[in-house]
């Protein structure tokens, strides 16, 4: 009994290993994949945000607010 419960034990613990390396080289794959791609991504994101934001204060300045803050309906 003994013998038969530990050997089960043995392969479910095989099994859940190999699962856990499948999901681990699926991440790695995920993570890599992602950093590969944000660098570039949030370069030329931040520019476009500072370029347009700088826009919209300068002609937001020399006009008066159309509706009083905090009243959106």
Not at 42 to 69: D, F, Q, Y
Request: net charge positive; glycine share 6%; no cysteine.
């Amino acid at each position: 009994m003994f013998d038969s419960e530990h050997r089960e034990l043995l392969q479910k613990i095989r099994r859940l290993r190999g699962s856990i390396d499948e999901l681990n080289g699926l991440l790695r794959s995920i993570f890599t994949s992602t950093n590969d791609n944000l660098p570039t991504r949030k370069r030329t994101s931040k520019k476009k945000n500072r370029s347009a934001g700088a826009v919209e204060k300068e002609s937001g300045a020399s006009e008066p607010p159309s509706s009083l803050p905090g009243r959106h309906f």
